[in-house]
């Protein structure tokens, strides 16, 4: 069903029809949703876990304890590690329902006609990230270790949807007794996505949204087909001058209107982009078993592996920079190094002769894995915009997003830019509720090329 585009006039009509806390001794309850003045929730592909801040504020005393009244903090003896149950809801009957954990309660007033304080809530996994370790051995595909570490050691159950993208490679790794999050974001930078040819392309993100967690690679953000390879289905927004101050305008091909609109960088700062090795990398390689030494040069400029045009691109083109500062011109271009000892027969798979069997092979492939995902990663963040919306929770990080922007123009009718309008991937949003103010998201947009393709659609 095609939602309404939900206009600034309808901002005051977001609730928070429920936000409990249980108290850790499971004997007190109290739903506070009444006192809250200002809500914060936030998701990012570059956070593993989910995340609230809230104010709340009362005059009196809300909760009941023994047979008397106190205040929240004494009445639920909060202290941090709580059980909060939170549902909020937009103007399209949009629910967000969560249970989260209080990490951190921080008085803000307290004087003897009103208190007020902010509490930080996050995910149960985050907690359980602190207390308890991956210390066993994985053989097998990255995904699949995804898999296990979420289940096993976060204990992600079945209200949460997991949904991982599959690895083309294996690898064999021991944790270390290193956290779960760690080892699940370090493994996101050796992964290479089934979909794409290895030496293309590598790189995930791993984060959460609150439909549960994403383990996603650059080129299936970017890509505008899905894992069943139907069309991926997007909102399309639009900024335009027309006098409008409650956002009831909105043209039929678009799904909403955008409020503020800040174009913070189109392609990055080239010194700074050069120094990580966003187009071109070169990686020196050394095996100490036979002393072999390789060099290996990656570029976007065609003639290798990451070429361009072997990229799934959300515009039309990654940004061209002045030929006069191309390299040598043989494919050996690169503006930054990096150095790696070849990990060659450690923990191979299989019984005792397999394993002799399989000692020279690699268990890592630098050469079509570590600058790939390097170059992707950085390529991903050169375009970067900021919008403000009306709320819609519908929207979650990691999605694809259309944005239409008018270009500069002396003509009556109003054309679009060509160059910055287009598909974007969401790379951070905040929905913002506030007591005063109503229901707003904010959304920093993220992607690796410029130039506008594809068609704004209704949704």
């Known amino acids: 069903m095609a939602q309404t585009p939900i206009t600034s006039a309808q901002a005051k009509e977001f609730d928070i029809p429920k936000c409990l806390i249980v108290s850790n001794d499971q004997n007190t309850k109290a739903d506070i949703s009444t006192l809250i003045t200002d809500l914060y929730y936030y998701e990012s592909v570059l956070n593993p876990t989910i995340k609230v801040d809230l104010v709340y504020a009362e005059t009196g ?164 087909t899905d894992m069943s390879g139907g069309k991926k289905k997007y909102k399309s927004l639009v900024y335009n001058d027309t006098p409008d101050g409650r956002g009831t305008n909105v043209p039929p091909e678009y799904s909403g209107k955008i409020l503020e609109y800040n174009l913070e960088t189109t392609s990055g700062n080239v010194e700074s982009k050069f120094e990580i ?55 050996k271009d690169f503006s930054r190094t990096q150095y790696m000892l070849v990990d060659c027969g450690s923990l191979p798979s299989g019984g005792t002769q397999q394993q002799i069997e399989k000692s020279k092979e690699e268990n890592f492939d630098p050469r079509n894995i570590l600058n790939q995902s390097v170059m992707r990663y950085n390529q991903l963040f050169s375009s970067q915009v900021s919008i403000t919306i009306t709320g819609d929770f519908s929207l979650h990080a990691g999605d694809y997003i259309y944005i239409d922007t008018p270009q500069l123009s002396d003509k009556k009718t109003q054309e679009m830019d060509d160059k910055f309008g287009g598909f974007y991937v969401i790379a951070e949003l905040c929905h913002y509720i506030s007591l005063q103010n109503g229901g707003y998201t904010k959304l920093t947009l993220v992607r690796d090329s410029i130039g506008r393709k594809g068609s704004p659609i209704p949704l």
């Open 61 to 224: 005393k809300s909760v009941e304890k023994d047979g008397n009244l106190n205040t929240v903090i004494d009445g639920l003896s909060l202290v941090g590690t709580e059980r909060v149950a939170l549902k909020l809801k937009d103007p399209n009957e949009v629910e967000l329902d969560l249970t989260l954990y209080i990490d951190n309660v921080k008085p803000l007033t307290n004087t003897s006609t009103k208190t007020a304080a902010s509490l930080n809530l996050v995910s149960k996994e985050s907690i359980f990230n602190y207390k308890t370790v991956v210390n066993t051995r994985f053989d097998g595909k990255i995904s699949d270790h995804v898999n296990k570490i979420l289940k096993d050691y976060l204990k992600v159950d079945g209200k949460k949807k997991l949904d991982i993208e599959e690895t083309a490679n294996n690898y064999n790794f021991i944790g270390n007794n290193r956290r779960p999050f760690y080892t699940l974001l370090w493994l996101a930078k050796k992964a290479v996505p089934k979909s794409s040819t290895l030496g293309d392309t590598a790189g995930y993100f791993f984060f959460e949204t609150s439909d549960g967690y994403k383990f996603k690679s650059v080129e299936g953000l970017l890509s505008d």
């Open 277 to 331: 090795g966003t187009y071109s990398t070169r990686t020196i390689l050394f095996n100490p078993f036979n002393c072999y030494y390789e060099i290996v040069y990656p570029n976007t400029k065609g003639g290798g592996k990451a070429d361009e045009k072997n990229l799934k691109k959300a515009g039309n083109e990654l940004p061209k920079y002045n030929k006069e500062f191309d390299g040598t011109g043989n494919g």
